[in-house]
């Protein structure tokens, strides 16, 4: 493999990784925003439930004994669509009341829920996403659990589509680099051609040849690579062409 292929390759590999990367990041960057917005909308719910469940409690009174608790949640229940249902439940995690947009999850209100740990939590989960709430009286002791749990359908499906959509352009701009690619290998090639030339033009000087000429010379690719050929050129004019040069005239002119 020549060297202009082993660059070419490596140039190619070092552009693919950073697009890659690149993606990658724009890929996680608009993960964690939708998260985050997905996030503060469900959060708003289960604050404003939070504060009318707690005004009960303050005033001592227990959640199974609270007459309105149902209608405090079908009335939050239906403040966003994205909100498939509202869950109370005591310490223990057994339900004690809850409101939902389907009868299959009416039918689930006596179904634990999960322990969880901390004052507030949330999972993703192809299920939906939960945003969990430790309710707590005025001694600082647990009086109930709060779950709001929202449909992550739409979230998931944005996610699958940025995917595609980000990779899809990562896959045109990696085929928009060969051309650029081909277009350099063929600049390396014409500077590689001239280098060469003058390799074999000095390996000639030094048998006591006469020059191969400038048949290349032009594809230098700056103005002054040109000038140092021309004036190598003009140099290696001055040589003489009668006899091979022996090493230590060969040593000689090379010092010179």
Not at 192 to 201: K, N
């Amino acid at each position: 493999m020549s060297l202009t292929v082993k660059i070419g390759v490596a140039l190619f590999l070092v552009l693919a990784a950073a697009l890659s990367m690149t993606t990658m990041l724009n890929y996680l960057r608009f993960e964690q925003t939708l998260r985050t917005l997905l996030t503060q909308r469900i959060n708003v719910i289960s604050n404003e439930t939070t504060q009318d469940l707690l005004a009960g409690i303050d005033l001592g009174l227990r959640l199974e004994n609270m007459e309105n608790l149902d209608a405090i949640l079908d009335r939050r229940l239906g403040m966003s669509s994205e909100i498939t249902r509202i869950t109370v439940a005591n310490c223990q995690g057994a339900s004690i009341a809850q409101a939902s947009k389907t009868p299959e999850e009416n039918a689930a209100r006596a179904a634990p829920l999960e322990s969880h740990t901390g004052s507030s939590w949330t999972n993703f989960g192809k299920q939906g996403v939960i945003t969990g709430t430790t309710l707590r009286d005025s001694l600082g002791q647990c009086a109930g659990i709060l779950t709001v749990t929202a449909d992550s359908t739409d979230y998931f499906r944005k996610l699958d589509g940025a995917y595609a959509e980000m990779w899809k352009s990562a896959a045109i701009g990696m085929l928009a680099i060969i051309p650029v690619l081909g277009l350099l290998f063929i600049l390396m090639r014409r500077r590689h051609r001239v280098f060469s030339e003058l390799h074999e033009d000095i390996e000639r000087a030094l048998s006591g040849q006469k020059g191969t000429g400038t048949r290349h010379d032009k594809d230098a690719l700056t103005e002054s690579e040109m000038e140092l050929i021309a004036l190598y050129r003009e140099l290696r004019d001055q040589l003489p062409h009668n006899a091979p040069l022996t090493n230590g005239d060969a040593s000689s002119e090379k010092s010179k």
